[in-house]
T-cell receptor, first 111, second 114 residues
């Protein structure tokens, strides 16, 4: 799995849009970009995945530039319940490849 | 609810003891993974089983072992426990038909070794 770099922590006020950027300079042609969310004492939760351009679901958007060396997870109008650790993972595994987690980004949403 | 179940939720035991953690994957998922999360090491992959067979090994200690049964549930056995084994242990499952790196995690078992 390609190495990723993301900020250790971020703070945001409720109602704001939060963008978390992940760098993955060594991404390979077949690699996908995946983000997980983890609340304290809970298992990580898959939130979004993309290969190029933009992906949007009911939880977040994922922006991937043409060179794919970075990606940005965008959380619209965050609430206190979005306080969590967000992990960026890059790899080409099928649905059967172990995950390698970095330290993630700890997002704190403030009222 | 991810569909992955783990028991027990909490486990408190003494050093030197042996415990068994149990995991039931989502219906239809053939792959089961075990991860350990401690404060100083973060989330680390331990071992993977696919349809009853060991598929990949990560940072799993020799004191730890796992297996996957014909009904696809899995057990992680931890023996000769040490204080440093205190952690959250997560089980995850996935399907070949799923997207790359897409796994579903259980609620975890919190192990405390005293």
């Amino acid at each position: 799995l390609a190495k990723t770099t993301q900020p250790i922590s971020m703070d945001s006020y409720e109602g704001q849009e939060v963008n978390i950027t992940c760098s993955h300079n060594n991404i390979a042609t077949n690699d996908y970009i995946t983000w997980y969310q983890q609340f304290p004492s809970q298992g990580p939760r898959f939130i979004i995945q993309g290969y190029k351009t933009k992906v949007t679901n009911e939880v977040a958007s994922l922006f991937i530039p043409a060179d794919r060396k970075s990606s940005t997870l965008s959380l619209p109008r965050v609430s206190l319940s979005d306080t969590a650790v967000y992990y960026c993972l890059v790899g080409d595994g099928t649905g059967n490849t172990p995950l390698v987690f970095g330290k993630g980004t700890r997002l704190s949403v403030i009222a | 609810d991810s569909g992955v179940t783990q028991t027990p939720k909490h486990l408190i035991t003494a050093t030197g003891q042996r415990v068994t953690l149990r995991c039931s994957p989502r219906s239809g998922d053939l792959s089961v993974y075990w991860y350990q999360q401690s404060l100083d090491q973060g989330l680390q992959f331990l071992i993977q089983y696919y349809n009853g067979e060991e598929r990949a090994k990560g940072n799993i200690l020799e004191r730890f072992s796992a297996q996957q049964f014909p009904d696809l549930h899995s057990e992680l056995n931890l023996s000769s426990l040490e204080l440093g084994d205190s952690a959250l242990y997560f089980c995850a499952s996935s399907t070949r038909a799923g997207g790359p790196l897409e796994q579903y995690f259980g609620p975890g078992t919190r192990l405390t070794v005293t």
